[in-house]
């Protein structure tokens, strides 16, 4: 069932499905809670389930200022008083995984589930250092050579040229808040998670890879990983029979 609450001054929609004990679901950056439908419906099985548009993706208008995962952070932990949820359970998958991993270090969490989650700043290899900071020296030459309105044209033309898929295809404020996001590192909050947690990858992941999972693993106290030969970031969709068997027995554990 659609419903809506307004947190924050924002209008923030979200599935509501399924008896049980409370999981909230967050989504991946770019999605909304059509892409992790599949999921909802597994979990609604065993589970009350609250899938949320998070603000910018969806039916939720993006947030006031550019958020970082702080921020999003809050508005779940709002979210869950507000609907009176107590220990619920979490899934994130990819970007949502960082609130995830944020919101369970700091609040007492039934069980965590990270799918080919975010939260580990990526590891950069020389050549990327080179085009950040080319990038930077051509955005000087620019400013210094051409009027402002044009210097912003042609600034805003090569950071297009050179940004990934999510980036390019993001509004102006959402791609100062995928910037900011990317950049944050959360493991030194994995060891302060209490919840049992379930990491679940796909092994030829490149936007979080595997080894991501293994260093999550490590460092939060009660973690397992199950990975998914030739599945990539949406393991969930690559791999769905096993996924949800694999869910599932979680989330009826004791």
């Known amino acids: 069932m659609d419903r809506y609450i ?14 049980g004990a409370p999981i909230i679901i967050m989504h991946g950056w770019g999605c909304n809670t059509q892409t992790v439908a599949s999921i909802t419906a597994t979990a609604s099985r065993t589970n009350r389930v609250y899938s949320i548009d998070l603000p910018g993706f969806g039916q939720t208008p993006e947030p006031p200022a550019v958020w970082g995962v702080e921020e999003y952070t809050r508005l779940i932990e709002d979210f869950a008083k507000q609907t009176g949820l107590r220990r619920p359970s979490l899934l994130g998958h990819s970007f949502g ?14 069980k965590l589930i990270l799918v080919d ?8 290899k020389l050549s990327y250092y080179l085009k950040v900071y080319s990038f930077k020296t051509a955005k000087t030459f620019i ?7 044009k210097a912003q044209r042609l600034i805003e033309d090569m950071r297009n040229k050179r940004g990934s898929a999510d980036y390019n295809q993001a ?38 890879p595997i080894r991501d999972a293994r260093l999550m693993e490590r460092l939060i106290p009660d973690a ?27 989330l009826t554990s004791k």
């Not at 307004?6 to 008896?19: F, M, P, S, T």
């Not at 590192?185 to 936007?207: F, M, S, Y």
Request: glycine share 8%; hydrophobic share 40%; charged share 20%.
């Open 97 to 110: 995984g960082r609130i995830g991993i944020l919101f369970s270090s700091r609040n007492d969490v039934d």
């Open 171 to 208: 509004s102006p404020r959402m791609k100062e808040i995928l910037s900011k996001c990317v950049n944050e590192d959360l493991r030194h909050v994995l060891p302060q998670i209490k919840a049992p947690t379930l990491l679940i990858w796909g092994e030829n992941d490149t936007a979080t």
């Open 143 to 149: 400013r210094l050579i051409f009027p402002k309105e």
């Open 224 to 250: 397992g990983l199950v990975s998914f030969p030739h599945c990539g970031h949406y393991s969930f969709l690559d791999n769905p029979a096993q996924f949800a068997a694999v869910l599932t027995s979680f």
């Open 6 to 19: 307004e947190i924050q001054g924002l209008n923030v929609h979200y599935q509501e499905v399924g008896e």
């Open 117 to 124: 989650a975010a939260g580990v700043k990526p590891h950069r």
